[in-house]
Nanobody, 124 residues
Framework: QVQLVESGGGLVQAGGSLRLSCAVS????????MGWFRQAPGKEREVVGA????????YYADSVKGRFTISRDNVKNTVFLQMNSLKPEDTAVYYC?????????????????WGQGTQVTVSS
């Protein structure tokens, strides 16, 4: 059973930055593609970014391209989401997710394990 624990959320002013971390307990972490998702009140959960098991391939939602960067450390079993130039519309609960596949997916249904989420609030 893969367990995921997110950290790094908080309150930040528009234009600021935050770095989210997700510690993953997996025996072969490099075999798990990882994704970051977010869910705002009253909205569906959506993908923000995803990364392959090797870390060489990444995906970003159009809304965050050029502002967010996903990365991973396969020695420390951790995935990161660096968020720059934050906007009020980025306010949401952010979740990391693990997939039992080395290639990433972009849909909620493609991921097998989820963290508990971390709140990100961007004030205007």
């Amino acid at each position: 059973q893969v367990q995921l624990v997110e950290s790094g959320g908080g309150l930040v002013q528009a234009g600021g930055s935050l770095r989210l971390s997700c510690a993953v307990s997996a025996r072969t972490f490099s075999r798990n593609a990882m994704g970051w998702f977010r869910q705002a009140p009253g909205k569906e959960r959506e993908v923000v970014g995803a990364i392959s098991g090797s870390g060489f391939a990444t995906y970003y939602a159009d809304s965050v391209k050029g502002r967010f960067t996903i990365s991973r450390d396969n020695v420390k079993n951790t995935v990161f989401l660096q968020m720059n130039s934050l906007k009020p519309e980025d306010t949401a609960v952010y979740y990391c997710a693990a997939r039992r596949d080395t290639w990433y997916g972009t849909r909620v249904s493609e991921y097998d394990s989820w963290g508990q989420g971390t709140q990100v609030t961007v004030s205007s």
